[in-house]
T-cell receptor, first 112, second 115 residues
Framework: LAKTTQPISMDSYEGQEVNITCSHNNIATNDYITWYQQFPSQGPRFIIQGYKTKVTNEVASLFIPADRKSSTLSLPRVSLSDTAVYYCLVGDTAGTASKLTFGTGTRLQVTL | GAGVSQSPSNKVTEKGKDVELRCDPISGHTALYWYRQSLGQGLEFLIYFQGNSAPDKSGLPSDRFSAERTGGSVSTLTIQRTQQEDSAVYLC?????????????FGDGTRLSIL
């Protein structure tokens, strides 16, 4: 089971870049790394997924070092609406779904 | 297009009663998941329907919990003889293909309160 560890909370000002790091020391060869965002009273929303190196989409970038034991979600120029909880999830296609442990996530607070 | 729909959005019931929670996944999505989220906590996996294969029930906390998925579409999570510790938000998610690696699309959950 690839347990993940994230900071409990982070604070940022609007317009700054925010980097949230997730540790997953026991990640398996076939595991992918997926990040979700959750607003209050809503279900999580998929942000980005990657296996190695760097992945970028219209909302975020995901950096994964060669050993894959950690990953960093990068949110460029955050706004107040990025205030949410961010979850890192590690899992593979062959594993049982009981590996799907979201953990407590990182609560990001963005202020003016 | 329509997202994952869950009903009811809120449910209050007395301890010992049975409850049924419904999930309408995105049309055509093969995989369906149920999670439980207690206040201020992360998501706890409950059950995973993977297309025509047998569901993965490894997350169900007790035999009071069961789930069905009829016709590969709508799913119902049933909790029998509810207890106060069952109070939580129950989230459903679906994905286009099987494989827990696939990005999941979540509904907004059913908030269950056991008095």
């Amino acid at each position: 089971l690839a347990k993940t560890t994230q900071p409990i909370s982070m604070d940022s000002y609007e317009g700054q870049e925010v980097n949230i790091t997730c540790s997953h020391n026991n990640i398996a060869t076939n595991d992918y790394i997926t990040w979700y965002q959750q607003f209050p009273s809503q279900g999580p929303r998929f942000i980005i997924q990657g296996y190695k190196t760097k992945v970028t989409n219209e909302v975020a970038s995901l950096f994964i070092p060669a050993d894959r034991k950690s990953s960093t979600l990068s949110l460029p120029r955050v706004s107040l609406s990025d205030t949410a909880v961010y979850y890192c999830l590690v899992g593979d296609t062959a594993g049982t779904a009981s590996k799907l442990t979201f953990g407590t996530g990182t609560r990001l607070q963005v202020t003016l | 297009g329509a997202g994952v729909s869950q009903s009811p959005s809120n449910k209050v019931t007395e301890k010992g009663k049975d409850v049924e929670l419904r999930c309408d996944p995105i049309s055509g999505h093969t995989a369906l998941y149920w999670y439980r989220q207690s206040l201020g906590q992360g998501l706890e996996f409950l059950i995973y329907f993977q297309g025509n294969s047998a569901p993965d029930k490894s997350g169900l906390p007790s035999d009071r919990f069961s789930a069905e998925r009829t016709g590969g579409s709508v799913s119902t999570l049933t909790i029998q003889r509810t207890q106060q510790e069952d109070s939580a938000v129950y989230l459903c998610a679906s994905s286009p293909r099987t494989g827990i690696n696939q990005p999941q699309h979540f509904g907004d959950g059913t908030r269950l309160s056991i008095l």
